[in-house]
């Protein structure tokens, strides 16, 4: 196993057996069901500090997981109980009853939606969107990687927020996925130049950003903000592989529009899940908002999972099932 | 006269002679005392919209102005008062009351104050590192174009609420006049990578960051921020003259460290002007905030006082006395 220099490779990563420690006082049991692979986990495979640490060499890559307690010897817990995690890639983990967060009763729920729309990402997208952004209805919203996890979460979520979504997707099958989660309009960045498409989509301009990209959507955005608009700053995977610096023609616009833009991050947040929960376990038992997953079969294919994020491989959420 | 390709020259300009109007029911006469050169004015002699509309062809420059009414023929004006006007550069102009503003009496403050510290650059920077910025008392801040008119009052205002002060100028002569406003740091963006200077000077990082000047400078502030920085941008003179995009390197900084970048513009707080006036008339009357000027003399030499905006022939406020 090694550090990725640019974009990562399958020789990155190796598929180890070790022996699972003892059940010892507070410790449980669990059986994954479902890995998640999330595009931040490629700042963490680099060695430099970033707002969380990097991954150790030879260690399981960690990150967010749904399981079954099959045996456990804390008091919190019982054998049956679903689960959520952070232990990330591997089929079963002897884990503290501290790291375990119990999955919220939400009806009609597969235990895989806690990974993605009822998860990080669709939290990620709902306290971006409707905080970072501060976006309300009559809104014109733009979001880039519309087809991805957190993206088509937005999309939904501003929909039931009566908002005007455009969505931008790489190729026509991903615009159409973006408009059968109903944006109202899907634009393909690999078809011409965003600046006109987007001038296109949205002729009056736009009042909300919710960037995944940076670089050129980013840029689109500048060209096309309203007066007062916010942009919320998630994610830039453009950059992640990249060494090259971004590059703006547009960002002097952020003085004459006033526009205003914000990093966040999920952690940010955490404290407030219980708003989400209510919110989004709402809007996904009405039907109003759907899981959308792309799943990969056996712990053996994560990688492969995990790399198809930056070559947009999935429609939402990308999942592992083990 | 002309619209400049690039850098403007003094070939854009031209003197003229105008007959004055006569004074009808409603207008005023004035003499002006002191013209404003701005690097917003760069902005208006682009044909393009803005937020403000182009300058036109062979029409006197519009911009602040500060003169004495010799002659009325309104009821709220008589000879003798102070004005404070945008009709920009001319040696008199008759004008309606309503463009008129009586200059506010504050003890102690010479004419030109007006259109400087107790002006559009001062309440540019109150606003700016005050409200923009919410920039509070402890907090580290960086502001470029240190020795300009708005950034002068920036370092003279962050003092005054007990903030740390790192500016950056061109040349070792600047540096000590930053110095001499009471920056903690003063840093010679001509000499050496900004990226190490800032580091040396803000070792614990910056939480706030002025920006009168975009690229390298912006990027260097995305470079050092700290958790939560918040930047104010009010100008980008660097893209002022060119047609390159800006290049970052580390504006995915924004996400992990939560920075806010905010937009804005003097005219945003021209309903909150009272609150200006009276921290900066107390500020000003007791010694703690300096008008700093560079005045040039005589009407024929305003194009090359605003050229010298360009290219740093000022310290502080750049002015013209006619």
Redesign the interface.
């Given at each position: 196993m090694s550090r990725p220099e640019g974009t990562p490779t399958a020789d990155n990563f190796a598929l180890k057996e070790y022996t699972l420690p003892q059940l010892t006082d507070g410790m449980v049991h669990v059986r994954n069901l479902f890995l998640s692979v999330d595009p931040y986990m490629r700042g963490r495979m680099n060695e430099a500090k970033?707002?969380i640490p990097p991954f150790a060499i030879d260690a399981p890559m960690e990150g967010g997981a749904i399981g079954t307690v099959i045996e456990s010897n804390a008091p919190d817990f019982v054998p049956g109980d679903l689960v959520i995690h952070m232990a990330g890639w591997r089929d079963e983990a002897v884990l503290p009853a501290k790291a375990l967060q119990k999955a919220p009763n939400i009806s009609g729920v597969e235990p895989q939606a806690f990974l993605g729309i009822l998860g990080m990402p669709g939290a990620t997208a709902y306290f971006g969107l409707l905080d970072a952004a501060e976006a309300k209805g009559g809104d014109i919203v733009f979001v880039s990687a519309a087809a991805g996890a957190v993206g088509s979460s937005v999309v939904q979520i501003a929909k039931a927020k009566g908002m005007t979504v455009v969505g931008s997707a790489g190729g026509p099958d991903k615009c159409e996925f973006v408009r059968s989660l109903g944006a109202d309009q899907a634009i393909d960045y690999k078809s011409g130049s965003l600046l006109v498409t987007l001038r296109e989509a949205a002729p009056e301009g736009i009042d909300v950003y919710f960037d995944n990209v940076?670089g050129a959507h980013l840029?689109a955005a500048f060209a096309r903000a309203r007066l007062h608009a916010r942009f919320a700053?998630?994610?830039?995977i453009d950059?992640y592989n990249s060494r090259e610096?971004?590059?703006?023609?547009y960002?002097?616009?952020?003085?004459?529009?006033?526009?205003?833009?914000?990093?966040?991050?999920y952690g940010?947040y955490v404290s407030r899940l219980g708003e989400f929960y209510r919110d989004m376990g709402q809007w996904v038992s009405d039907g109003r908002v759907k899981s959308r997953d792309t799943v990969m079969d056996g712990l053996e294919s994560t990688p492969e999972a995990f790399l198809g994020l930056f070559t947009g491989t999935n429609t939402g959420k990308m999942l592992v099932r083990v």
């Open positions: 970033s707002y940076g840029d700053l998630c994610g830039m950059g610096p971004a590059q703006f023609r960002i002097i616009r952020m003085i004459a529009m006033r526009i205003t833009m914000r990093g966040f991050l940010d």
